[in-house]
């Protein structure tokens, strides 16, 4: 440390960008912290891992849907896999990750989604 | 650990020796004497008076590094007055570092180095916070060019002259924290804008007030 030396001009640079921060630097509103309220939905989410061939590829999609509402979903694209038999395996291993609820107590079924055959 | 306590020893009772008689008068057996052990213990331990100077030369910079550091703490006047209390307890601590200035300046080229390193960013954070209150609007702006720097350089000869000035006066029962600071507010004050008094008013004076009566 003895050898670290800070000249006069590097200082007082130093010291201006010290004095700008504090006209720069603002607190931050409490609406930039709505987001973790806004994702609180999630909390209470399946999630339904799917494999889609896709450009040669397979891709992991993961989709979280609301257990009570299951209409209320957001799908996410996680990653793409040359072989199908990885892109498995990977999926359920995202799925578990992904997932609030570890022991799987959160399902969605189909019937849940009140789709129309016809 | 027996012998880092004897050495934390022999350099407490050497800056106590030091502040009292001065560096240049004071013996490695006043040293020992000082402690109750031999000279030949002190010896082993540091082997003259060169290498407790040293010594006490790296507890100097530490902590004149250590100040330096209370920059932009707080985002108002009370980071200078908190920076302020902090060099006077440095003073009070080592005053022979203040006293022996010349003598330092002459014998010891370590602490006269390290000293100097320390000297042009102290008055460069003086400088700086006029631009930073001025931008804050309580200070006006520059009356002529190199007014602030001749305030920054004053206020570094206050801090470094307290204690020999009050010496030199015969003073030295009036080391007090409050006048200490008063004078080196002092030299701020007649720059300060309305916005700048109202501050000073709510948050130092207070404090001024509080060092004054504690005295």
């Known amino acids: 440390m003895d050898n670290c030396y800070l000249d006069n001009g590097a200082y007082n640079e130093l010291l201006n960008l010290m004095n700008n921060q504090h006209f720069t630097d603002h607190a931050g509103s409490a609406a930039d912290m709505d987001f973790l309220s806004d994702d609180w939905w999630l909390r209470d989410t399946a999630v339904i891992d799917n494999v889609v061939r896709r450009d040669g590829m397979w891709e992991i999609h993961l989709v979280f849907a609301h257990y009570k509402e299951p209409r209320k979903l957001i799908k996410r694209i996680i990653s793409r896999y040359p072989s199908k038999k990885k892109a498995e395996l990977n999926a359920w291993y995202m799925k578990r990750l992904a997932a609030k609820d570890q022991r799987g107590t959160l399902k969605v079924d189909l019937d849940d989604f009140s789709l129309c055959a016809s | ?215």
Request: net charge neutral; with cysteine.
């Open chain 2, 1 to 215: 650990m027996a012998d880092l306590s004897t050495k934390q020893k022999i350099l407490n009772a050497s800056i106590r020796l030091f502040n009292e008689n001065g560096m240049a008068n004071v013996r490695l057996q006043q040293i020992a004497n000082d402690i109750g052990i031999s000279a030949g213990n002190l010896a082993y331990h540091f082997r003259n008076k060169e290498a407790i100077v040293e010594a006490i030369n790296e507890d100097l910079y530490q902590e004149t590094s250590q100040i330096l550091s209370y920059y932009r703490l707080f985002p108002n006047l009370m980071d200078f007055d908190n920076q302020l209390n902090q060099y006077f307890r440095f003073i009070q601590k080592y005053p022979f570092y203040f006293l022996d200035l010349l003598e330092i300046e002459r014998h010891y080229p370590e602490i006269r180095s390290k000293r100097q390193l320390h000297i042009e960013k102290m008055i460069s954070q003086v400088r700086k916070r006029f631009d930073f209150n001025r931008q804050r609007g309580l200070i006006v702006e520059e009356p002529r060019p190199g007014v602030y720097d001749d305030v920054a350089n004053a206020i570094w000869v206050l801090i470094t002259f307290w204690v020999p000035q009050n010496q030199v006066r015969g003073t030295e029962a009036t080391l007090k924290t409050c006048e200490f600071k008063e004078m080196i507010w002092n030299q701020m004050f007649p720059y300060f804008t309305e916005k700048g008094i109202a501050e000073f008013d709510q948050l130092i004076r207070p404090l001024l007030e509080r060092h004054s009566s504690d005295n």
